[in-house]
């Protein structure tokens, strides 16, 4: 199993180009999310999904906009692109079963998007 | 308003020592704690959870405390090794919580020196 999978793992846009990240899992797993980690602020929630279809705002989910059409794949999306979205982006998934416990997410390696 | 904090940026510790990296929280609501690791250039990996119910968990040399009165948890690394060396986030989810979201502190930086 690959696990969390990401692409591209690193990009340089311009401000106002867009462009779009794409996760995908093959774990089966229900639940998907988007975060974005900067220096002193941890990782911030942009977008998650419960399932597939299904999409809901998290911590910071302004400028960006997602989509979950399989449930195999989330992919972020960055319509006009500022200097503020300069981030490292986590995609990250996790199985939830009411009977157990654990809600453990599991993360893809990351992408490095530089917005100049 | 950060509703989990990790207020030391980095910490260093000799090999064989013990690691004690902290975390407070503010929301009496948490119900599960959990930390994980981060590698350079990697995403974060999970290394352990506490529930709310539980004030100790223990997994060969990672154990986490919680301190539901103080609204504060621990992850205590003994013996710590140079392969620990790397970020450490703790994070915690709300009792009503919809989609498994967690909060995330700010991380702290370990590094384990030989």
């Known amino acids: 199993n690959a696990g969390v999978t990401q692409t591209p793992k690193f990009r340089v846009l311009k401000t106002g180009q867009s462009m779009t990240l794409l996760c995908a899992q093959d774990m089966n797993h229900e639940y998907m999310y988007w975060y974005r980690q900067d220096p002193g602020m941890g990782l911030r929630l942009i977008h998650y999904s419960v399932g597939e279809g299904t999409t809901a705002k998290g911590e910071v989910p302004d400028g960006y906009n997602v989509s979950r059409l399989k449930k195999q794949n989330f992919l972020l999306g960055l319509e006009s692109a500022a200097p503020s979205q300069t981030s490292v982006y986590f995609c990250?998934?996790?199985?939830?079963?009411?009977?157990?416990?654990?809600?453990?997410?599991?993360f893809g390696p990351g992408t490095r998007l530089l917005v100049l | 308003d950060q509703q989990v904090k990790q207020n030391s940026p980095s910490l260093s510790v000799q090999e064989g020592r013990i690691s004690i990296l902290n975390c407070d929280y503010t929301?009496?609501?948490?119900?599960?704690f959990l930390w994980y690791k981060k590698y350079p250039a990697e995403g974060p990996t999970f290394l352990i959870s506490?529930?709310?119910?539980?004030d100790k968990n223990e997994d060969g040399r990672f154990t986490v405390f919680l301190n539901k009165s103080a609204k504060h948890l621990s992850l205590h690394i003994v013996p710590s090794q140079p392969g620990d060396s790397a970020v450490y986030f703790c994070a915690a989810r709300l009792v009503y919580n919809q989609g498994g979201k967690l909060i995330f502190g700010q991380g702290t930086e370990l590094s384990v020196k030989p």
């Open positions: 990250a998934s996790s199985y939830s079963d009411k009977d157990v416990y654990q809600e453990t997410q599991y």
């Open positions: 506490i529930s709310s119910i539980k």
């Open positions: 929301n009496s609501m948490f119900d599960y």
